[in-house]
């Protein structure tokens, strides 16, 4: 393992680095608070477009995950939204797969070094955030032309409907399902966790369309899972000397405040378009990660191509993830102020009625 660690490289900070990571913390912070991901499909890509090794930036994303996650967890809980008996018992086998993540990249890092582990990331990027971003979209866009009510899918109501010991009922989530059904997401969950740093993109849908829990009640437990996760994930990866502490705190400053304020814009929203901000935001990484994916295939010497090319791919892989992060910043404050402006014109209507003026 000291091998592992001796090959890994912590970036030089400057300004500008500096400048980004704490946006990039504070923007991940706000899709965190608002869609109930740790953050992590933002702040992992940012991270390495800044030239953070994948394997650095997933550990040290994971050490400000639980911290960050605990703050809006309670913030969430406040409002009603967390489920914590759901969350703790998806933690319970998220953390088995949280282990099984960090060995499968380790034993990558082993056989390819750092540009495997990064193609690694990056693959395991585009892949679920298409797959599970372009579901997630689209399933919003039929709950909003629905009425924007969420409703339990065919698959949630099959798996309550099979009695299977023991059967467990979680209450805020107003749902009876039988354990057993609970543990292959749970245990994928931790498993993406450890791997990418991403355990919502499996959590949050894993909620909503294999147990039937509702959008809000599932993206405030999934911090719950969040915090679980990171918690001891970090104390495994920081045994490998894997955490770069200093990107640990620059993000974690930014998410802290950006977590808070998306928390609160779960509370004046449709539920649908948290799903409808998560399904855009995924799409348009998956296009960011996937410009990156040349640059590890060339250095692991599987395909050739030119520096100007690979330049080219890089710049723009960093422009459209900075794309991302405006566009879900864009949207999580655009619908809250919509939210805010149409409760303030229903009171002043209120009022005018009140007092005769209309």
């Keep these: 393992m000291h091998d592992i660690a001796s090959n890994l490289q912590f970036i030089d900070l400057n300004v500008w680095n500096i400048s980004f990571l704490f946006v990039v913390g504070f923007i991940g912070g706000l899709v965190s608070g608002f869609i109930g991901s740790g953050g992590a499909f933002v702040l992992t890509p940012g991270m390495m477009s800044l030239g953070v090794p994948g394997t650095i930036a997933v550990a040290s994303n ?18 009603g939204q967390v489920d914590i008996k759901l969350g703790l ?14 060995k499968i990249q380790e034993w990558i890092l082993e056989k390819w070094g750092q540009s495997g582990s990064n193609l690694y990331v990056s693959l395991s990027f585009v892949v679920i955030l298409v797959v599970v971003g372009g579901y997630v979209f689209y399933d919003a866009m039929k709950t909003s032309n629905e009425g924007g009510e969420d409703k339990a899918g065919a698959l949630a109501k099959w798996l309550q409907s099979i009695n299977l010991p023991p059967m467990m009922h979680f209450k805020t989530a107003n749902i009876r399902i039988s354990l057993w059904f609970t543990i292959p997401i749970g245990f994928a969950t931790g498993l993406m966790a450890a791997t990418i740093a991403v355990g919502g993109f499996i959590g949050v849908p894993g909620m909503i369309y294999g147990l039937g829990a509702g959008g ?18 970090t104390v495994k ?3 490998h000397g894997q955490v770069d502490i200093r990107l640990t705190l620059i993000i974690l400053a930014g998410s802290l405040i950006g977590v808070q304020l998306g928390a609160i814009g779960t509370t004046c929203v449709k539920e649908s378009m948290i799903k409808i901000v998560m399904g855009t935001i995924m799409i348009i990484v998956a296009v ?14 599987l395909i050739s191509m030119g520096e100007s090319t690979l330049s080219f791919l890089s710049s723009a892989s960093f422009i459209i993830m900075c ?3 405006a566009v879900g910043s864009f949207i999580i404050l655009g619908a809250m102020y919509k939210a805010k402006r149409a409760e303030a014109l229903a009171k002043k209507g209120e009022f005018a009625v009140e007092y005769g003026k209309i």
Excluded: D, N
């Design 62 to 79: 994971m050490c400000h995950k639980f911290p960050k996650a605990m703050v809006g967890a309670y913030k969430r809980w406040k409002y």
């Design 89 to 102: 018992v998806l933690a319970a086998s998220a953390g088995a797969g949280v282990q099984v993540g960090i």
């Design 216 to 233: 809000l009640v599932s993206s405030a437990t999934e911090l719950v899972i969040a915090f679980v996760m990171g918690f001891f994930g």
């Design 237 to 239: 990866w920081a045994m």
């Design 288 to 301: 960011s990660r996937a410009l990156a994916i040349p640059q590890y295939l060339t250095e692991l010497k």
């Design 323 to 325: 794309i991302a992060l």
